[in-house]
């Protein structure tokens, strides 16, 4: 009714931790299971509210875009206090069933109270209408609704809810927590703005949840799981061929509020993104919604491809734990017949809660997520949530367990094509895959080390009995090796601009002299595993080694290899076939290699006055002999409340061996010690990451 209104006691919404939201006036926000409270007010001068009583309180939900309406009962409220002009209702929302992220209407019914009426005195003077009348009342009752819509959060500081998160630091880092860090190529973090708070996430979830059926917005498990979906359905592009025409290289991307402006602006999928940015952009809008969530990297990560061979996949899923690769007689990788491949690295989330769809076992607490497409669950690229403990255990439970499982603890397993078209396992590595599990760690910018969380230490027996238990007893032992000669190469990290360096180490136990061959076969590889050309092939035959003997040969990669192939964090990845004439076995030495670029040189002051212009300087230099440089973009991070942060196209080509010195202007708006996050990117050499720290005074 026009005559009344509702609004929120802003007092009350102080434990709701939903002040932090930018430009939140479009809607109430509040977290259900946490209480809050209603005024009603009146404009008519005939009605005394304090003669009335809450009566019920509703969530009123569109559906669909019909004129039917979905009616969600308050758990509880009560009335607060009574005034002539204001009503006032304490409300808690159940924590448990009360759907999230859809925005609807607050009805309020109230009813009045038996007994006299009691009429404000009339401003005329008129004797009968100034005294208070005593009548016999009829009971009058009015059912209100707000013309402001309410958006409800999960709690995770609520006991009841299923997200319920034990720790303050905890729920500051994986809840309120904007910026943080993750971690990509070479074992290195990079800085990343989740930007939660910023209103075109909020506005983002809504969007991307407006046709998720109301059953499916209560429980976070079912939350999670179609945000793995959505994200790269609706919101962002996975591509990894190299080539972004038409949108955004994905290194380039240093946030996540970025995107999700750009898709709430435009309401198309942007275009492009990796695994990191599937993830950073899971995290932001799980944090948005009210799950506690981090981003985790795993390194040397397996994708088993899934086999639809039926007894396969009655056994199995599909998946059968092992990263197979073949090779022809030479030793070279057979790519039309190797569907599985290990990712140099691959981000995924975790995101905090309980299970109780999961009938029995230790299930609740961090839950493997997955944003990136990779394989379809369901008939969607959708992947998790998976209690973290079951794939430790080799617990085939909801969802997905299985390819997750083989993504951090595959055999490696290398078979090569014989005389009679056959293939014969030559090589089985049970420690190859899941290595380094990465996350940020809380309160800091250091490194929380995770892999112990997914795995059983290599090697042990627990390992092997989880391996054989997600499988269903399936799994092979290690194949036999040549247990007297060693033979491992080792490329080292490829400075850009110089040539490489490897050493063939060969060691002896033999107690006789062996000869062998060896071939050394270089390929470029993008980080997810895809081989996209053969660098170099390096290979000698009947070297002989004395009984007992341990030996070096250097190996050197020129520049000239790999200068024009640099691109979107490729690495190099060599396979070292060995041969012993003596005994007829071979073996296989697998090594990856990456590319180091020099970061760009970043002057700034140590001290800055608040709200004064002060300059950055940014110096770079092409160091490579022939190939050119295009889109260099010098980038800050924004920093809500401190600094909006920019981005600036520094010049379009660089030259081989020409450098760039430019100066930005930046001022920032906050008293305080920040931490500056740079990124200079360009077409070739990707991103470029520099932290800095300011100091801002008054």
Request: net charge negative.
């Amino acid at each position: 009714m026009s005559d009344f209104s509702i609004g929120i006691d802003a007092k009350s919404l102080n434990s709701h931790h939903v002040s932090e939201f930018e430009d939140s006036n479009e809607f109430f926000l509040v977290r259900r299971g946490q209480t809050f409270t209603l005024n009603v007010e009146t404009s008519d001068s005939s009605l005394l509210l304090d003669q009335f009583y809450p009566k019920d309180v509703y969530l009123v939900y569109p559906q669909g875009g019909t004129s039917t309406t979905l009616l969600i009962a308050a758990k509880s409220f009560r009335m607060t206090s009574r005034k002539a002009t204001t009503l006032s209702i304490t409300v808690t929302l159940d924590p448990r069933s009360t759907p999230i992220a859809s925005p609807a209407k607050i009805s309020v019914i109230i009813e009045q109270a038996k007994g006299p009426v009691r009429r404000r005195r009339s401003s005329t003077g008129d004797d009968s209408a100034s005294k208070l009348a005593a009548i016999e009342s009829e009971e009058r009752t009015f059912s209100i609704l707000s013309d402001k819509e309410m958006v409800v959060l999960f709690n995770p500081w609520c006991k009841e809810d299923l997200v319920y998160m034990e720790g303050e630091d905890r729920l500051k880092e994986y809840v309120m927590r904007e910026r943080g860090r993750i971690w990509w190529g070479g074992k290195a973090s990079r800085a990343w703005y989740f930007g939660q708070f910023e209103p075109q996430c909020l506005l983002a979830l809504i969007e991307i949840m407006k046709d998720v059926r109301m059953e499916d917005r209560v429980s976070p498990i079912s939350i999670a799981r179609v945000l793995s979906y959505r994200v790269n359905d609706k919101v962002l592009e996975g591509n990894w061929s190299g080539d972004y025409s038409g949108g955004s290289t994905p290194t380039s991307w240093t946030g996540s509020a970025k995107i999700l402006n750009k898709f709430v602006q435009s309401a198309q999928v942007v275009k492009y993104g990796q695994c990191w940015v599937f993830s950073g952009l899971l995290t932001t809008l799980c944090r948005t919604a009210g799950i506690a969530c981090r981003s985790v990297t795993n390194y040397v990560s397996a994708h088993d491809a899934k086999n639809t061979d039926r007894k396969e996949l009655e056994m199995t899923g599909g998946y059968n734990r092992v990263v197979d690769v073949y090779l022809d007689e030479k030793g070279n990788v057979l790519d039309d017949v190797t569907n599985d491949s290990t990712w140099n690295f691959h981000v995924w989330n975790e995101v905090w809660m309980q299970r109780p769809d999961l009938a029995s076992g230790n299930y609740g607490g961090w839950q493997a997520v997955d944003a990136t497409p990779q394989e379809l669950s369901e008939g969607k690229y959708q992947c998790g949530p998976c209690p973290v403990f079951a794939i430790k255990s080799g617990k085939p439970v909801k969802y997905d367990s299985m390819f997750i499982f083989g993504e951090v603890n595959a055999d490696y397993v290398v078979r090569q094509r014989q005389a009679d078209s056959s293939y014969k396992e030559v090589s089985r590595d049970t420690a190859h895959v899941g290595k380094f599990i990465s996350t940020k760690k809380v309160g800091s910018n250091g490194r929380d080390d995770l892999t112990l969380e997914y795995k059983h230490s290599e090697g042990s027996i627990e390992e092997r009995i989880a391996f054989k238990s997600i499988g269903h007893g399936i799994g092979g032992a290690p194949a036999p090796v040549n247990p007297d000669l060693s033979v491992v190469f080792d490329l080292k990290d490829i400075q850009v601009g110089q040539d490489g360096q490897g050493v063939l180490k060969v060691n002896s136990k033999a107690k006789e002299t062996r000869t062998f061959s060896v071939a050394i076969h270089g390929y470029l590889l993008r980080y997810n595993g895809v081989r996209i050309g053969k660098l170099f092939t390096t290979q000698a035959e009947g070297i002989a080694i004395a009984a007992g003997e341990n030996t070096e040969f250097d190996v050197t990669v020129s520049q000239e290899y790999y200068e024009g192939s640099i691109f979107d964090k490729v690495m190099v990845q060599s396979y070292t076939y060995v041969k012993v004439a003596e005994t007829g076995e071979t073996s296989v030495n697998i090594d990856i290699a990456h590319f180091k670029t020099e970061p760009p040189m970043i002057e700034l002051p140590i001290t800055v006055k608040v709200g004064e212009l002060f300059d950055i300087r940014v110096k770079y230099i092409n160091s490579l002999k022939k190939a050119t440089l295009t889109d260099l973009t010098f980038e800050l991070s924004p920093i809500r409340g401190v600094t909006k942060g920019f981005e600036k196209v520094i010049t379009d080509f660089l030259a081989p061996g020409k450098a760039i010195d430019e100066v930005v202007p930046l001022s920032i708006a906050k008293i305080g010690q920040h931490e500056l996050d740079f990124d200079l990117t360009c077409n070739q050499l990707g991103s470029n990451p520099v932290s800095m720290t300011i100091k801002v005074e008054n």
